[in-house]
């Protein structure tokens, strides 16, 4: 299956599936002034905010309610799924230290992931987190095994899934 | 500031709202608008600053103060105050390193909830616990895990101290913060008592009032249990509500303006016995008539 939308574009093997999306930018709220500045804000946050593409991707059966980072999903996950997120930043982020590294990694180790690594801890899982700069876009890649113990056999699969993955300038 | 109320764009604004001119005598048990402004030139008053009086819960119903993923087991990150002392801020040690945000809150007057990740920094030898004490058994120094909006002129990060709660957007508590959103509304209901202590239950959400200044930062009033109630703090992270006045069975805000220097912000809010009352941020009040 081939997924294109925002500039990120993947094959997935079969099994997976994924959604590349973003989310609704909050309203513009009217020209504050002199006047009388009530401010409604409305359900999606605060006037300023911007919002970029995230792709999710995993080998398992997605909820239509997911956090940006995979809430939601990850707590459903069983011992032999893999859930892989690609969380994109503003333009402004490039050429910062912290998306300093060129290239999305495409040959994960297994010795890369950690328990620890998760946005919170589940018991079992293992997760490896990084960010980078490709084609001028900044990204973090936040990959979740559903078991530490089977990452012998996920991480191949995750680096296949990162190999059919790619990113086209803006 | 100037006494010279008849020439302010301000008061003018007041005016407008108060609907003066319109014939209605100011109450004589109280100070006039016109008296208030001359006043404010020689002397301002302390804001009462008093956080809403925490209402001590039964032991039974205590846990279900901290929400949901409140357990050490459910891998979460604990809340800044729990860990640092009831301040909602980074400890020592650890920056702000990325936000998300949960959307309709009811910890902010239903609209974004903002989560602001302080990650150690470093090196760093911060390890790995869950504090008891509180129903806020969440993790600390456990998750090494980093949003990454903030501070991204830092490259490493250790793991997530805690987190600080915030109604203004991250990017007006840090300007580090970038506004790039992330959401996550699975931690809506997550809150710890410190929290909870500064936040009231708010029952008049309708008529609430978001101010933003010029320079940006927000400033929310609204209406609850007759009190009036500020959430403000000079652009900083706001640390809670706080009461204007509970003197008056207040029924809704009405409106409130901004000056153009961002220095003055004045909420009118009416009360049942159809009196408005205004009010700006240094405490200083006065009244006069006006309708619902």
């Known amino acids: ?170 | 500031m100037s006494a010279t109320p008849s020439a302010s764009p301000l008061v003018r604004l007041v005016n407008r709202l108060s609907g003066a001119g319109s014939g209605h005598p100011p109450p004589e048990d109280g100070p006039t608008r016109r008296g208030f402004l001359a006043g404010m030139a020689v002397a301002g008053s302390a804001l009462a600053t008093k956080p809403f009086d925490f209402v001590l819960k039964p032991v039974s119903a205590y846990a279900s103060v901290c929400g949901s993923g409140a357990s050490c087991a459910e891998g979460w990150s604990v809340f800044c105050c729990t860990i640092n002392n009831g301040q909602n801020a980074c400890p020592p040690n650890s920056f702000l390193a990325g936000w998300w945000k949960a959307d309709n809150s009811s910890f902010c007057g239903g609209t974004a909830r903002y989560y602001l990740d302080c990650n150690a920094a470093c090196p760093t030898t911060c390890t790995c616990y869950c504090p008891t004490g509180t129903c806020d058994n969440r993790r600390t120094c456990c998750n090494q895990f980093r949003y990454g909006q903030c501070h991204q002129e830092i490259a490493c990060a250790g793991p997530v101290v805690c987190r600080v709660i915030s109604c203004v957007p991250p990017w007006q508590v840090d300007s580090t913060c970038t506004t790039v959103s992330a959401t996550d509304n699975a931690t809506a209901s997550h809150t710890a008592p410190c929290v909870d202590s500064s936040v009231p239950p708010l029952t008049n959400l309708e008529p609430s009032m978001l101010v933003q200044h010029p320079d940006g930062h927000f400033e929310l009033f609204d209406v609850v249990a007759g009190a009036l109630v500020q959430n403000w703090q000079g652009g900083g992270v706001w640390s809670g509500w706080r009461t204007l006045d509970r003197t008056h069975n207040y029924v809704k805000v009405r409106g409130a303006l901004t000056g153009h220097d961002g220095n003055i912000v004045v909420v009118v809010a009416a009360t049942d016995g159809d009196w408005q009352f205004y009010y700006d941020q240094v405490g200083h009040k006065w009244h006069g008539p006006g309708t619902l």
């Open chain 1, 1 to 170: 299956m081939q997924l294109d939308s925002q500039g990120i574009a993947t094959t997935l093997p079969p099994g997976w599936e994924g959604r590349i999306t973003r989310r609704e930018a909050p309203a513009a709220a009217p020209a504050l002034g002199l006047a009388p500045s009530r401010v409604t804000l409305g359900p999606s946050g605060a006037t300023g905010e911007r919002t970029f593409p995230i792709a999710h991707l995993a080998n398992f059966a997605l909820p239509e309610e997911r956090g940006d980072f995979g809430s939601g999903a990850v707590d459903i996950m069983g011992p032999g799924n893999l859930f892989v997120c690609l969380f994109e930043y503003g333009p402004e982020s490039v050429g910062t230290a912290l998306f300093a590294p060129q290239g999305m990694p495409r040959s994960l180790t297994p010795s890369q992931f950690s328990p620890r690594a998760l946005q919170h801890v589940i018991p079992g899982q293992a997760g490896f987190q990084t960010f980078f700069t490709e084609q001028n876009r900044a990204f973090c890649l936040f990959v979740v095994l559903g078991a530490l113990a089977s990452a012998p056999t996920l991480v191949p699969s995750a680096n296949q899934v990162l190999t059919g993955t790619t990113v086209q300038p803006r």
